[in-house]
């Protein structure tokens, strides 16, 4: 199978909003369709080991913002590629909360969804949820950004950027998306993370302690 295929499918990209009884978070998810109408559901699909997916299953609701193309790197780096359990990821975002106590951003994007959980399935890496939209709002007059236009303008190029060499060894590769961790010096330029599916260039190096 080449995986590259699925690159032609199309993709947009977003931020989930959820909470539980301790803190409100978000992670940032491109699997998001309309599935149904009349009551109009959608399914969206988290990363298991995400916090974010243990707190839709826990409160059953989240807010699902589509970012449009004035959305910066910084910020989808920051919902992205860190962990909400260690992380607080609204503190330096302003953001209000929607009916069911989900956060959303207040800019960067152009719609916003809440909605309720109906269903939920285990996928193996994932979880895809069945949700019932709630309520919906347009947020600016801005595209909808892509997961390809975030590919060719937003995300940096690999290298744009040289790694501060810290003079250790290295022993491994950490997905920054999911934490998978790679054990050994050298990561195939074509490796894929065995658990999100994300690529070489999104996997950090682990040093000798």
Known sequence: MDPKALFSLSYGVFILGSHDNTKINACVTNTCMQVAANPTRIAITVINQNYT??????CGTFALSVLDKSVTFPTIEHFGFHSGRDTDKFASFPYSLDANGNPYLNDQICALFTCKVISSTDLGTHTLFVAE???????????????????????????????????????????????????GAELPSDFECPICGHPAEDFEPIYES
């Open 53 to 58: 997916c243990g707190q839709i299953k826990e």
């Open 133 to 183: 939209i709630e309520d919906s709002k347009v947020m600016s007059d801005k595209a909808p950004l892509t997961y390809a236009d975030y590919h060719k303008d937003i995300k940096p190029k690999p290298g744009a950027e040289k790694m501060e060499d810290s003079g250790k060894k290295i022993v491994g590769w950490r997905c920054k998306i999911c934490g998978y961790e790679y054990e």
